[in-house]
């Protein structure tokens, strides 16, 4: 009997988030004292200055760091510290830390967020000699990085206030509002109320502003309720407000995760776009709106402020509640932090491009992990496949009406009584034999384990985890339960050590039976819903691994849990499969172990228009390897969406369809045509441009750089981007993208930004160069969508397609080269095995192509003669091994036909490899270099048929 399904039980298609379920800034505590502090700040008459101050530093043992003693004049008596750390990498980072120091009441602050999201807890500083720190005047200057950017750090002593500038511009500026606050450590029967007396009150400079000036009295200071909630808050307010201006600035991107615009629109101020800040605290929202700053399953608290002169970025370590207003000024871009808890642990990246942030956060948090290619292809889910013959009719179906399909889906029914690690035998006989027959065509399949885990002894899960005292606390010590889809449940604490070797061999084949290499993981649930809990998550006082409550820890909670799966996917077998695992809770440095998605977005065209800034949003954040549930999770799309979707979704990192269980079906292979075929296409498109995928995910585990590239990172200069969040360019590959996300759209615009040509990925029509940005106005009936190929691109694509991608692997390649303006091109093949870790020891192969005009050999009537080359990517020479196990299997592996777009005429000869002439065929028709008016004009084509040469060793063709 399946339990009651609770999100059904709550509001079955009311299309609404129940608001009521989650706090505003204004009924956390929290929130609404540092708030507090701005309202004042901004309605107040008088100067307002910071009551912080800093002393000149003590320069410690370690080169690179430098430490400041501060102290507030309205608290005389507490002591804090800045700590600043010049790093050694990133040509410029500096971290600034700030704590209270030695709190009489022997509290701490959390101070560990850096441990679990960057790569290196303690990133290496500086070495000597390379920052230099000058007092002076009241004011410490520390000068570090490469010195042609001339990087400074001014730290103004009194009122406390640091302006990082470059080349004597200041770019980020801390406390320019004078917002900076951290709570101290207070015991109850101090609580601010109490302590501003009379004759307690101090005026700061004439200011007027006193201790109940800045700490308004705050009844739940100490103890907080939310609705039927009590929150004990042992350690009573230790709340951290800091306001960081970026001047110079119009556009800031980042902090995912909301339904929001990629330029982060106001909160605050005349132009305020929503009312509430943004606020990121990972939680389990039920029908989220299309457009708001509610916080949803995943945070990354990062920033990058854009101009077209600079960039630069912020990455504000901190796992707790945390709201953050924004506003847009003619000055530049003022953001305020409100966070209820932990250290200040803030890393300035100083760009001065967007190529250098994501440099700079890949070396603090990491890459994306290269994942299993298999996992870049297709995915079809459900909630749920209800047994193995539903799942065997999936394959048989999808084979029938040819649609490729790698992965196949079980959400939480495939469990008894969602014990997870259980399947229902009922449903699932033999859950070995299923997934050995889906893998007997080359297929994956994907089961859930979400984290709340049924409390009943005769559960080993349970018992296990209980007997090792690994779970999640209550504030009394026992062991915290609430309720989600199993009943009654409890939580492994991952923060606990003792909990990762067991939940490893949770994995192991020996331990788990029912397992076979070929199931892969998907961890949902896990900011961790809990259906009984305040805002539908543990409530803030449970207790981690350390005495650590959930309030301090809680956005980082959910990695800790898929980092943990993960790492057991990686260790069940050997020599190591690389791992898959989906995860809807993230936060930074999740890029590191799995992807994740939008979480339970809805079938409607608002959502849908929606998915590709969030998507972007979180692939500028580092959090590339994303999708959204293709046809939204609740409802029945029209058709029309759902065709749509399919196009959005063949060009998302992530590819999935998903359902409510409560949707209709609607498996590609359910539809009449022309959907199925609309749709057939759709999926086709990726399994042609799997290796173009591959590439992007390879740059991106190597570089940091986003898979999908939003225009202000393509094109930093060009402002009229700079907003443009609806279409994106994938990798670096020259593939430009933009989703059809109107109802009835016969048409649709696309910018392009550049002077070059574009040519349609499909019908390899012809938009020629035009000297200024411009838009294009391109056919979208149901069956076209705006997928283009700039110029100066050679994609690697693949003809034939099968019904899943390791069945592709010895296929041949097709080229396509788009010429550029100037006749010419270049793009990258990077191919491995796909699943295991050979690559790392360079069993790879990894190519760069060019077409580039060649000296002699010149064609007929001014046609121009051409080399085109296939030659070891630059970047690969020292780790790619000239001969390896890829390479020799990969050898008979050809490039079946090239096809060349926009060659001002048909050449006299073609020579192969070997000097043998090359068999062509020509249409004639318009040329790279031609000028136009936004004409689309068929491009000129040429197909080298066989040209007989592969995807492995230096190769070239003539072409004169
Ligand atoms: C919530 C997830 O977001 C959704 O994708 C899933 O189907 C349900 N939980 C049931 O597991």
Same mark, same amino acid.
């Given at each position: 009997?399946?339990?009651?399904?609770?999100?059904? /039980?709550?509001?079955?298609?009311?299309?609404?988030?129940?608001?009521?379920?989650? &706090?505003?800034?204004?009924?956390?505590?929290?929130?609404?004292?540092?708030?507090?502090?701005?309202?004042?700040?901004?309605?107040?008459?008088?100067? $307002?200055?910071?009551?912080?101050?800093?002393?000149?530093?003590?320069?410690?043992?370690?080169?690179?760091?430098?430490?400041?003693?501060?102290?507030?004049?309205?608290?005389?008596?507490?002591?804090? #510290?800045?700590?600043?750390?010049?790093?050694?990498?990133?040509?410029?980072?500096?971290?600034?830390?700030?704590?209270?120091?030695?709190?009489?009441?022997?509290?701490?602050?959390?101070?560990?967020?850096?441990?679990?999201?960057?790569?290196?807890?303690?990133?290496?500083?500086?070495?000597? *000699?390379?920052?230099?720190?000058?007092?002076?005047?009241?004011?410490?200057?520390?000068?570090?990085?490469?010195?042609?950017?001339?990087?400074?750090?001014?730290?103004?002593?009194?009122?406390?206030?640091?302006?990082?500038?470059?080349?004597?511009?200041?770019?980020?500026?801390?406390?320019?509002?004078?917002?900076?606050?951290?709570?101290?450590?207070?015991?109850?029967?101090?609580?601010?109320?109490?302590?501003? *007396?009379?004759?307690?009150?101090?005026?700061?400079?004439?200011?007027?502003?006193?201790?109940?000036?800045?700490?308004?009295?705050?009844?739940?200071?100490?103890?907080?309720?939310?609705?039927?909630?009590?929150?004990?808050?042992?350690? %009573?307010?230790?709340?951290?407000?800091?306001?960081?201006?970026?001047?110079?600035?119009?556009?800031?991107?980042?902090?995912?995760?909301?339904?929001?615009?990629?330029?982060?629109?106001?909160?605050?101020?005349?132009?305020?776009?929503?009312?509430?800040?943004?606020?990121?605290?990972?939680?389990?929202?039920?029908?989220?709106?299309?457009?708001?700053?509610?916080?949803?399953?995943?945070?990354?608290?990062?920033?990058?402020?854009?101009?077209?002169?600079?960039?630069?970025?912020?990455?504000?370590?901190?796992?707790?509640?945390?709201?953050?207003?924004?506003?847009?000024?003619?000055? %530049?871009?003022?953001?305020?932090?409100?966070?209820?808890?932990?250290?200040?642990?803030?890393?300035?990246?100083?760009?001065?491009?967007?190529?250098?942030?994501?440099?700079?956060?890949?070396?603090?948090?990491?890459?994306?992990?290269?994942?299993?290619?298999?996992?870049?292809?297709?995915?079809?889910?459900?909630?749920?496949?209800?047994?193995?013959?539903?799942?065997?009719?999936?394959?048989?179906?999808?084979?029938?009406?040819?649609?490729?399909?790698?992965?196949?889906?079980?959400?939480?029914?495939?469990? #008894?009584?969602?014990?997870?690690?259980?399947?229902?035998?009922?449903?699932?006989?033999?859950?070995?034999?299923?997934?050995?027959?889906?893998?007997?065509?080359?297929?994956?399949?994907?089961?859930?384990?979400?984290?709340?885990?049924?409390?009943?002894?005769?559960?080993?899960?349970?018992?296990? /985890?209980?007997?090792?005292?690994?779970?999640?606390? &209550?504030?009394? *010590?026992?062991?915290?339960?609430?309720?989600?889809?199993?009943?009654?449940?409890?939580?492994?604490?991952?923060?606990?050590?003792?909990?990762?070797?067991?939940?490893?061999?949770?994995?192991?084949?020996?331990?788990?039976?029912?397992?076979?290499?070929?199931?892969?993981?998907?961890?949902?649930?896990?900011?961790?819903?809990?259906?009984?809990?305040?805002?539908?998550?543990?409530?803030?006082?449970?207790?981690?691994?350390?005495?650590?409550?959930?309030?301090?820890?809680?956005?980082?909670?959910?990695?800790?849990?898929?980092?943990?799966?993960?790492?057991?996917?990686?260790?069940?077998?050997?020599?190591?499969?690389?791992?898959?695992?989906?995860?809807?809770?993230?936060?930074?440095?999740?890029?590191? $172990?799995?992807?994740?998605?939008?979480?339970?977005?809805?079938?409607?065209?608002?959502?849908?228009?929606?998915?590709?800034?969030?998507?972007?949003?979180?692939?500028?954040?580092?959090?590339?390897?994303?999708?959204?549930?293709?046809?939204?999770?609740?409802?029945?799309?029209?058709?029309?969406?759902?065709?749509?979707?399919?196009?959005?979704?063949?060009?998302?990192? $992530?590819?999935?369809?998903?359902?409510?269980?409560?949707?209709?079906?609607?498996?590609?292979?359910?539809?009449?045509?022309?959907?199925?075929?609309?749709?057939?296409?759709?999926?086709?498109?990726?399994?042609?441009?799997?290796?173009?995928?591959?590439?992007?995910?390879?740059?991106?585990?190597?570089?940091?750089?986003?898979?999908?590239?939003?225009?202000?990172?393509?094109?930093?200069?060009? &402002?009229?981007?700079?907003?443009?969040?609806?279409?994106?360019?994938?990798?670096?590959?020259?593939?430009?993208?933009?989703?059809?996300?109107?109802?009835?759209?016969?048409?649709?615009?696309?910018?392009?930004?550049?002077?070059?040509?574009?040519?349609?990925?499909?019908?390899?029509?012809?938009?020629?160069?035009?000297?200024?940005?411009?838009?294009?106005?391109?056919?979208?009936?149901?069956?076209?969508?705006?997928?283009?190929?700039?110029?100066?691109?050679?994609?690697?694509?693949?003809?034939?397609?099968?019904?899943?991608?390791?069945?592709?692997?010895?296929?041949?390649?097709?080229?396509?080269?788009?010429?550029?303006?100037?006749?010419?091109?270049?793009?990258?093949?990077?191919?491995?095995?796909?699943?295991?870790?050979?690559?790392?020891?360079?069993?790879?192969?990894?190519?760069?192509?060019?077409?580039?005009?060649?000296?002699?050999?010149?064609?007929?009537?001014?046609?121009?003669?051409?080399?085109?080359?296939?030659?070891?990517?630059?970047?690969?020479?020292?780790?790619?091994?000239?001969?390896?196990?890829?390479?020799? &299997?990969?050898?008979?592996?050809?490039?079946?036909?090239?096809?060349?777009?926009?060659?001002?005429?048909?050449?006299?000869?073609?020579?192969?490899?070997?000097?043998?002439?090359?068999?062509?065929?020509?249409?004639?028709?318009?040329?790279?270099?031609?000028?136009?008016?936004?004409?689309?004009?068929? /491009?000129?084509?040429?197909?080298?048929?066989?040209?007989?040469?592969?995807?492995? *060793?230096?190769?070239?063709? #003539?072409?004169?």
């Amino acid at each position: 009997m399946r339990p009651i399904l609770w999100a059904l /039980a709550l509001a079955p298609f009311t299309l609404a988030v129940k608001h009521e379920d989650f &706090k505003t800034c204004a009924q956390s505590s929290f929130c609404r004292r540092l708030k507090g502090i701005a309202k004042r700040q901004a309605e107040s008459t008088s100067t $307002f200055t910071s009551p912080y101050s800093v002393s000149p530093p003590t320069i410690s043992d370690d080169e690179g760091r430098y430490t400041f003693p501060i102290t507030s004049s309205l608290y005389p008596e507490i002591r804090f #510290e800045l700590r600043v750390d010049v790093l050694a990498e990133g040509n410029g980072i500096v971290r600034l830390r700030m704590d209270e120091v030695a709190s009489s009441t022997g509290l701490r602050r959390y101070n560990e967020t850096a441990r679990w999201a960057l790569v290196e807890a303690e990133p290496m500083l500086a070495g000597a *000699g390379d920052s230099s720190v000058r007092t002076e005047k009241g004011k410490t200057v520390i000068r570090y990085g490469p010195k042609e950017a001339k990087l400074e750090l001014e730290i103004q002593h009194s009122p406390f206030k640091i302006t990082q500038s470059r080349e004597g511009r200041a770019q980020v500026v801390i406390n320019e509002k004078s917002l900076f606050h951290m709570e101290h450590f207070r015991k109850k029967k101090e609580k601010v109320e109490a302590v501003v *007396g009379e004759a307690e009150q101090m005026v700061l400079g004439g200011d007027g502003v006193d201790r109940a000036w800045f700490e308004e009295e705050d009844d739940e200071a100490f103890e907080e309720r939310f609705r039927q909630w009590t929150d004990s808050k042992p350690k %009573g307010p230790e709340a951290l407000s800091v306001d960081i201006t970026f001047p110079g600035v119009e556009h800031i991107y980042g902090l995912p995760e909301h339904a929001s615009p990629l330029s982060l629109p106001d909160t605050v101020g005349p132009h305020a776009h929503y009312s509430d800040p943004y606020r990121l605290y990972n939680v389990d929202i039920f029908e989220y709106l299309a457009d708001s700053p509610m916080a949803l399953y995943g945070a990354i608290p990062l920033l990058h402020a854009h101009s077209a002169s600079h960039s630069v970025g912020i990455l504000n370590l901190v796992g707790s509640d945390t709201f953050v207003d924004v506003e847009h000024t003619h000055t %530049g871009v003022h953001t305020h932090w409100m966070s209820e808890s932990g250290i200040l642990d803030l890393l300035l990246l100083p760009g001065p491009r967007p190529s250098e942030l994501f440099k700079q956060n890949a070396i603090l948090t990491g890459t994306t992990a290269l994942p299993p290619q298999w996992s870049t292809a297709y995915h079809q889910c459900r909630w749920n496949y209800v047994d193995e013959t539903d799942v065997m009719d999936v394959q048989r179906r999808f084979d029938e009406v040819d649609i490729p399909l790698d992965v196949t889906w079980l959400d939480i029914e495939h469990a #008894e009584e969602h014990r997870y690690f259980d399947w229902d035998a009922k449903h699932f006989p033999d859950p070995v034999r299923m997934q050995e027959a889906v893998a007997a065509k080359g297929r994956k399949m994907v089961a859930i384990i979400d984290p709340h885990i049924k409390k009943v002894d005769s559960f080993r899960i349970y018992s296990d /985890a209980k007997d090792l005292d690994i779970l999640v606390k &209550k504030a009394d *010590g026992s062991n915290f339960e609430g309720w989600c889809w199993t009943g009654s449940s409890v939580w492994v604490d991952f923060f606990n050590p003792n909990s990762w070797d067991w939940w490893t061999r949770m994995f192991s084949f020996a331990t788990w039976k029912d397992s076979t290499p070929s199931l892969f993981i998907w961890n949902d649930m896990n900011e961790p819903s809990v259906f009984d809990g305040p805002e539908i998550s543990v409530p803030r006082d449970t207790i981690h691994h350390g005495g650590w409550e959930n309030r301090d820890v809680h956005n980082i909670n959910g990695m800790l849990f898929h980092n943990q799966t993960t790492q057991a996917l990686i260790q069940r077998e050997s020599p190591a499969q690389r791992p898959f695992v989906l995860s809807r809770s993230f936060f930074a440095g999740s890029q590191r $172990f799995s992807a994740i998605w939008t979480g339970d977005n809805m079938g409607t065209w608002d959502h849908f228009a929606g998915e590709t800034a969030m998507l972007l949003s979180n692939n500028i954040a580092g959090m590339s390897f994303s999708g959204a549930d293709i046809g939204g999770f609740f409802g029945n799309p029209s058709p029309e969406l759902l065709v749509r979707w399919y196009q959005a979704g063949a060009f998302m990192p $992530f590819m999935r369809a998903h359902a409510h269980l409560d949707t209709k079906r609607r498996e590609p292979y359910l539809y009449p045509e022309p959907t199925r075929g609309l749709i057939r296409d759709a999926v086709r498109t990726r399994y042609a441009l799997l290796g173009v995928w591959y590439n992007a995910f390879h740059d991106a585990s190597t570089q940091g750089w986003p898979i999908m590239r939003p225009q202000y990172v393509v094109f930093p200069e060009d &402002k009229d981007g700079f907003a443009v969040d609806d279409q994106y360019y994938v990798g670096g590959e020259g593939l430009l993208v933009k989703p059809v996300t109107r109802e009835g759209a016969t048409t649709t615009e696309v910018y392009i930004a550049d002077d070059q040509p574009y040519y349609d990925y499909f019908t390899h029509s012809l938009h020629p160069a035009q000297a200024t940005p411009h838009n294009l106005t391109l056919s979208t009936p149901l069956s076209a969508y705006p997928v283009l190929i700039q110029g100066g691109s050679i994609l690697p694509i693949r003809q034939r397609i099968r019904r899943s991608s390791p069945l592709m692997w010895q296929d041949p390649y097709t080229l396509i080269i788009a010429l550029s303006k100037s006749g010419e091109a270049e793009g990258q093949l990077y191919s491995d095995d796909g699943t295991g870790y050979g690559y790392e020891g360079g069993e790879y192969v990894w190519r760069r192509f060019s077409l580039s005009l060649s000296a002699k050999g010149k064609g007929k009537k001014g046609g121009k003669g051409r080399m085109l080359r296939s030659e070891r990517h630059p970047d690969s020479m020292e780790k790619e091994k000239e001969r390896n196990g890829w390479a020799e &299997k990969v050898g008979h592996v050809g490039v079946e036909q090239v096809v060349v777009l926009g060659l001002e005429e048909e050449p006299r000869d073609v020579k192969g490899a070997r000097g043998e002439r090359v068999e062509w065929k020509w249409e004639a028709g318009a040329a790279a270099g031609a000028s136009g008016k936004g004409e689309e004009e068929r /491009a000129s084509r040429l197909v080298l048929k066989k040209p007989g040469v592969g995807i492995v *060793g230096d190769w070239q063709i #003539e072409i004169s």
